[in-house]
């Protein structure tokens, strides 16, 4: 039978938020009661908060200007959906970049490859180390160019990772957002602020991550999982 693991953050009031973005808010808009005739009214409540508050998955309207880059609810669900591998690059410190080496490295030690056409999960133990407090989003390690193309190269569609952003935080160097850069060059669809990814750390596995289909949407919340002992056919 499948295992299935949850990869996602919870999403509450006053989650940690990118700095400038929506706090979340959630509050109740009617109450349960039941009535003496046995009928009772439902529990609602309502969500204010911003499309990239806790997991979500990018598209490529938030860091493409070309009036044909797709938002959210056109991201193609084939995207979202299939093999995949989780790499341990948890010993880079915060606020550093992870390399290309640092990426191959982690497929030795594991004796891993990336999938063709699938997702890569990159487990830095930011949200371990992090969450919730508010550093959580000042000190990420985060992917340098090289390694974002390496990713690429390899046939990789789906980068996902463990904390608040897939390039480093603070930002460092002289080219900016290099990692979000290349997902728009590349057309690689990207997923943040996974939860803890420990349990799937040089694993392979099938990947699900389907974002609300949120018209115009520059990103959609995500309810992202991993699933074992479930073969895949491509």
Known sequence: MPRIVDLSQEVF???PVYPGH???????????????DG????AVN???MSEHAG???DSFTHMDPDKNALSIEQIPLEKCIGPAVCLDVSHVPDSAFITRNALQDACRKADLTIPPGGTVLIYTGTYERHFPRPDYHQKNPGLDREAAEWLADQGAIHIGIDAVSIDVSPHQGEEWKPAHTVCRERGLL???NLGDLKAVAGKRFIYIGLPLKVRGGTAGP?????IFDLAWNS
């Open 39 to 42: 009928k009772w009214t439902f």
């Open 46 to 48: 309502t969500l204010l």
């Open 190 to 192: 990207n997923t943040e």
């Open 55 to 57: 997991t979500h998955t």
């Open 22 to 36: 929506q706090p979340t808010v959630i509050f109740p808009m009617t109450q349960l009661t039941v009535k003496e």
């Open 222 to 226: 995500t309810r992202a999982a991993a």
């Open 13 to 15: 009031r006053g989650q």
